[in-house]
């Protein structure tokens, strides 16, 4: 019997916990690694008294390559440690963790997200929702003991077992969840163009707008997996979708990433909305009272005046997951939560009339794209002159890929010294010229700089993959753009001196 320390274990695999699980590169995720994090995170819960002898543990997995790969060497730390095993096939990252709080057991996800296939990761659930950071520090402390002769020495998994097969009630349970909630053929009339691409989410989504009601057509299915960002939207699918709406007349497009758990969804023009507008829209349309939000966030949501209360979070769903829980204890209003990225998180039930959604604490795509459409129907307008309506405030953001986080971090510890002078001095020397003045800087999640014209600047290295992230907040989309190519030479000049 051999055993292995976890934290030893992300040092030397380079597989760590980012904003969102545990993701590293493919060839770092060997067998050994994917079973090793899953042991541990099992036996996290039977510390915690969250997982007794004999449970079911619950599985799942998005379309890219390595993900069943990867499902089998979790699945096999699940039989060995003896527990049930429900193999939920390739469905959504919402809809696998809405099936196990539905049936009270822990589940996880493989699936890399937004982030190109030669990545991968794992999102693990408990019974209530998705782990914490308290939960990630737990995790790290195990020490796992495996079988001799488990592994071969390049830590593939000796003799594995095959998947059972796919059960098929996670997906119908999901697809339930919105046709029980909304109202029967709410959606009739609504023409939506679907850009499917790889998501794992895209037959659920198409068969949810379906059965409200909406015509759908299905564009862009691709067998290759395709790394669509929410939050850096690649040049050729914001030319696809413009294309798309030129040559059909949709309502507007919808999509998701890789994994189902952020939404796209555009205007009738084919222009894709920001994440953090529509999860104000959504968050409208369910009578949110209190909204959760990263740092990072457009700032529309505090101005709109739609909501009682907002709260700025750092960024990662288990920040704003931690945000609602605490809203809850003393909340008289429906508590929700969003990211920039658009996934929508809802930390308490939302009654419409006689109906009830669930509350689902884990980011979400489809419940963004139903209430944004509904919205613009309960306001007898075009999504367009929907965003009209909000304070105009407009966010553009990129990356810098292949940025190692050590440096990303190196950098504005340079930038943001404890010797607040000098960290003025250095900030107006780099950005001075062109957005003027600081007026306020706020370090709770990387760098978000407020300048006296009302700009922000927001520099954050990334919690899923080696990039540094930039976001950028003005007054007309034209402004944002131009900052965030400002920035973004900046920060090349800086990756280009690593």
Same mark, same amino acid.
């Given at each position: 019997?051999?055993?292995?320390?976890?934290?030893?274990?992300?040092?030397?695999?380079?597989?760590?916990?980012?904003?969102?699980?545990?993701?590293?590169?493919?060839?770092?995720?060997?067998?050994?690694?994917?079973?090793?994090?899953?042991?541990?995170?099992?036996?996290?819960?039977?510390?915690?008294?969250?997982?007794?002898?004999?449970?079911?543990?619950?599985?799942?997995?998005?379309?890219?390559?390595?993900?069943?790969?990867?499902?089998?060497?979790?699945?096999?730390?699940?039989?060995?440690?003896?527990?049930?095993?429900?193999?939920?096939?390739?469905?959504?990252?919402?809809?696998?963790?809405?099936?196990?709080?539905?049936?009270?057991?822990?589940?996880?996800?493989?699936?890399?997200?937004?982030?190109?296939?030669?990545?991968?990761?794992?999102?693990?659930?408990?019974?209530?929702?998705?782990?914490?950071?308290?939960?990630?520090?737990?995790?790290?402390?195990?020490?796992?003991?495996?079988?001799?002769?488990?592994?071969?020495?390049?830590?593939?998994?000796?003799?594995?077992?095959?998947?059972?097969?796919?059960?098929?009630?996670?997906?119908?349970?999901?697809?339930?969840?919105?046709?029980?909630?909304?109202?029967?053929?709410?959606?009739?009339?609504?023409?939506?163009?679907?850009?499917?691409?790889?998501?794992?989410?895209?037959?659920?989504?198409?068969?949810?707008?379906?059965?409200?009601?909406?015509?759908?057509?299905?564009?862009?299915?691709?067998? $290759?997996?395709?790394?669509? @960002?929410?939050?850096?939207?690649?040049?050729?699918? #914001?030319? +696809? %979708? &413009? !294309?798309?709406?030129? =040559?059909?007349?949709?309502?507007?497009?919808?999509?998701?990433?890789?994994?189902?758990?952020?939404?796209?969804?555009?205007?009738?023009?084919?222009?894709?909305?920001?994440?953090?507008?529509?999860?104000?829209?959504?968050?409208?349309?369910?009578?949110?009272?209190?909204?959760?939000?990263?740092?990072?966030?457009?700032?529309?949501?505090?101005?709109?005046?739609?909501?009682?209360?907002?709260?700025?979070?750092?960024?990662?769903?288990?920040?704003?997951?931690?945000?609602?829980?605490?809203?809850?204890?003393?909340?008289?209003?429906?508590?929700?939560?969003?990211?920039?990225?658009?996934?929508?998180?809802?930390?308490?039930?939302?009654?419409?009339?006689?109906?009830?959604?669930? $509350?689902?604490?884990?980011? @979400?795509?489809?419940?963004?794209?139903?209430?944004? #459409?509904? +919205? %613009? &129907? !309960?306001?007898?307008? =075009?999504?367009?002159?929907?965003?009209?309506?909000?304070?105009?405030?407009?966010?553009?953001?990129?990356?810098?890929?292949?940025?190692?986080?050590?440096?990303?971090?190196?950098?504005?510890?340079?930038?943001?010294?404890?010797?607040?002078?000098?960290?003025?001095?250095?900030?107006?020397?780099?950005?001075?010229?062109?957005?003027?003045?600081?007026?306020?800087?706020?370090?709770?999640?990387?760098?978000?700089?407020?300048?006296?014209?009302?700009?922000?600047?927001?520099?954050?290295?990334?919690?899923?993959?080696?990039?540094?992230?930039?976001?950028?907040?003005?007054?007309?989309?034209?402004?944002?753009?131009?900052?965030?190519?400002?920035?973004?030479?900046?920060?090349?000049?800086?990756?280009?001196?690593?």
């Amino acid at each position: 019997m051999k055993q292995i320390r976890i934290d030893h274990l992300m040092e030397t695999s380079g597989v760590k916990f980012g904003t969102s699980g545990a993701r590293g590169l493919v060839e770092a995720m060997t067998d050994k690694v994917c079973y090793s994090y899953t042991a541990a995170f099992l036996q996290h819960l039977r510390q915690l008294g969250e997982l007794d002898e004999g449970s079911t543990v619950g599985i799942a997995g998005d379309l890219r390559p390595s993900t069943e790969r990867i499902m089998t060497a979790c699945a096999a730390a699940i039989t060995d440690q003896g527990y049930g095993l429900l193999n939920c096939g390739g469905i959504a990252s919402p809809a696998i963790a809405c099936y196990g709080l539905e049936r009270g057991i822990p589940t996880l996800m493989v699936t890399g997200s937004h982030i190109p296939d030669d990545r991968n990761g794992i999102k693990f659930n408990k019974a209530d929702g998705e782990i914490l950071k308290e939960d990630e520090e737990g995790i790290k402390k195990q020490r796992i003991t495996f079988p001799d002769g488990r592994f071969d020495t390049n830590g593939s998994l000796v003799a594995p077992l095959p998947l059972p097969l796919p059960r098929q009630d996670a997906s119908r349970h999901y697809l339930q969840r919105y046709t029980d909630f909304f109202p029967e053929r709410c959606l009739a009339g609504t023409r939506i163009g679907l850009y499917e691409h790889s998501s794992v989410v895209r037959d659920a989504l198409h068969d949810t707008l379906a059965a409200l009601g909406a015509t759908v057509t299905r564009l862009g299915r691709t067998n $290759a997996f395709t790394p669509v @960002d929410t939050e850096a939207i690649r040049p050729e699918d #914001i030319a +696809l %979708a &413009r !294309q798309w709406a030129a =040559t059909h007349d949709f309502d507007c497009i919808v999509s998701a990433d890789g994994d189902g758990d952020r939404p796209l969804i555009s205007d009738e023009l084919g222009n894709w909305l920001r994440g953090d507008v529509a999860g104000i829209l959504c968050a409208r349309y369910l009578g949110a009272g209190i909204v959760a939000t990263p740092v990072s966030s457009n700032s529309a949501v505090e101005k709109c005046g739609y909501f009682k209360r907002v709260i700025r979070t750092r960024i990662g769903s288990p920040y704003v997951v931690a945000a609602m829980n605490e809203a809850l204890a003393s909340a008289t209003t429906p508590v929700v939560g969003y990211e920039a990225n658009g996934g929508f998180l809802t930390g308490s039930d939302i009654q419409q009339g006689t109906r009830t959604l669930k $509350a689902l604490p884990t980011r @979400d795509a489809i419940i963004v794209i139903l209430a944004t #459409i509904l +919205l %613009a &129907r !309960q306001q007898s307008c =075009t999504i367009a002159k929907l965003l009209k309506q909000l304070p105009q405030r407009f966010t553009a953001s990129d990356r810098i890929k292949e940025f190692p986080t050590e440096s990303s971090r190196s950098r504005l510890a340079w930038l943001y010294p404890e010797d607040r002078e000098l960290a003025n001095s250095r900030i107006f020397t780099l950005f001075g010229k062109d957005f003027g003045k600081v007026s306020g800087i706020d370090d709770t999640d990387g760098l978000h700089i407020t300048f006296e014209s009302g700009d922000v600047v927001h520099l954050r290295p990334s919690g899923n993959a080696p990039e540094l992230r930039c976001y950028n907040e003005a007054s007309s989309p034209e402004r944002a753009e131009a900052m965030l190519r400002t920035c973004m030479s900046i920060l090349s000049g800086w990756k280009a001196d690593c």
